[in-house]
């Protein structure tokens, strides 16, 4: 597939748009417009023989692990007699790599790669290998992500996906390809700084790119969604990953494009201002034209209409359509490995955590998830939240408690003592079990 530097149409996609007091919300008097058959929502402390404490991390504060640390401590100080499981999970973000070495017996191998700006400089970063060299685990934030960042630093017009690329060419030199089984590699995409629809990664995985004439140098950013005008995938790129099962993993089922879409809602998240989303926006729906062009309209439409879509800036997206990469929820991925449901049909209680609770945390983020799981099961789901943002109120009363870190702790503090916020917060959590909350 060569270059055909042509003006690019519009593509018809039309996705649409889908400090105080301690706050304690607990479910066990909201529970009449649910249906609550089969579980109590507020237990006595009697009735508790088995924790799952099984939080995700907090973004930029803590680790998923050091979370489970401080929420079990907290736990065996109010009932210092039960069995506590601790389960660290991930939903494809931050801290997948890590849940998943454990639950696939992973191999980490290190590798340095280009960062997110290509301005700054490279960063360690690790994949995972299964023993067999049959299946590889790559995370995006190692080499994308925003915790990389100083603050000042983000911008995602100047981000792009190039190290991520680096590690999946890198996991596919570790795989053994010569059998009739195809090798899978699994990307994890949450936590990303980026919004550049995969052209940073494809970039380095050997895809050429053109704008008015002129190779660009890879690795591309977000701002070249804007001028990548031709796109070139050569033989050797199209029949490497032919043979390849690259999954995507999403933690959220936002789609590309539109109010729910990558530029518009993480766009700002990731140091965007208004006039910057917009132009990201923009670029991203130039993308999938460039896309339509070549690979079909139908394809490029499905592609990014599909659940998530939009995750980590789009690269799912980019993969998708150039390299038949499929997609799948992060969180499904991670507790398949670590036989999550089972774990949490065999507690009274489970408890969660991440550092936002708000309405992101029901599109596909896994406290959300846990939650479902909880709600199939008949077990009650409690979380110790960071902070407590947009949440429905139908989806507050879902959890059988919530206790955020900023309500018993002072301004700052769950950020520069998280676990002992963490801690306080699970006491807290739990007292209305005995009577006293």
């Known amino acids: 597939m060569g270059f055909r530097a042509r003006a ?21 008097c909201l529970c009449s417009s649910f249906d609550c058959q089969g579980f109590s929502m507020q237990p006595s402390a009697g009735s508790i023989q088995r924790v799952l404490v099984a939080p995700d991390a907090l973004k930029e504060t803590c680790s998923a692990d050091e979370a489970s640390l401080a929420i079990e401590q907290g736990v065996r100080r109010r009932l210092p007699t039960v069995e506590v499981d601790r389960c660290p999970i991930a939903d494809g973000g931050e801290g997948t790599l890590a849940a998943m070495v454990v639950g696939m017996g992973l191999q980490p191998q290190a590798c340095t790669v280009p960062g997110p ?59 053994e390809t010569a059998s009739d089984l195809r090798p899978k590699i699994i990307l994890a995409v949450g936590g990303s700084s980026t919004v550049d629809g995969g052209i940073g990664a494809l970039s380095m995985l050997g895809v050429r790119f053109q704008a008015d004439g002129e190779l660009l140098r890879p690795p591309l950013s977000g701002a070249d969604l804007l001028r990548v005008d031709a796109i070139e995938v050569p033989r050797d790129v199209r029949n490497a990953w032919r043979g390849v099962d690259l999954r995507i993993a999403v933690d959220v089922t936002n789609p590309l494009l539109g109010e729910t879409g990558a530029a518009r809602v993480f766009g700002p998240q990731k140091g965007a201002d208004p006039e910057g989303v917009e ?159």
Not at 8 to 17: E, K, T
Request: charge should be negative; proline fraction near 8%; charged fraction near 25%.
């Open 8 to 28: 690019i149409p519009p593509l018809p996609i039309d996705i649409g748009s889908p400090g105080g007091n301690p706050q304690v919300y607990m479910l066990a």
């Open 117 to 175: 700006r290509a301005d700054r400089p490279p960063v360690d970063a690790r994949i995972g290998v299964t023993p067999d060299r049959r299946s590889a685990v790559v995370e995006l934030a190692q080499a994308s992500g925003l915790q990389l960042l100083d603050p000042a630093d983000r911008d995602p017009a100047k981000t792009g996906t190039g190290g991520t690329g680096v590690l999946l060419q890198e996991s596919l030199g570790h795989l």
């Open 279 to 437: 132009r990201l926006e923009s670029g991203m729906s130039r993308w999938a034209s460039l896309l339509a062009r070549e690979f079909g309209e139908d394809q490029v439409r499905q592609a990014a209409a599909a659940d998530g879509a939009g995750a980590a800036g789009g690269i799912g997206f980019g993969l998708r359509v150039v390299l038949g990469a499929g997609m799948e929820s992060g969180f499904d991925v991670v507790a398949r490995s670590l036989d999550l449901e089972s774990r949490v049909g065999a507690c009274d209680l489970v408890i969660t955590s991440e550092g936002r609770l708000d309405s992101q945390t029901m599109m596909g983020k896994g406290p959300g998830r846990l939650l479902q799981m909880g709600w199939r099961r008949g077990v009650p789901v409690m979380i110790v939240p960071g902070s407590l943002g947009d949440l429905s109120e139908p989806d507050r009363r879902r959890f059988a408690g919530i206790v955020p870190l900023e309500s018993v702790c002072e301004p700052g503090d769950s950020i520069a003592r998280p676990a002992e916020a963490l801690r306080t917060a699970t006491e807290r959590l739990l007292m209305p079990l005995f009577g006293d909350g």
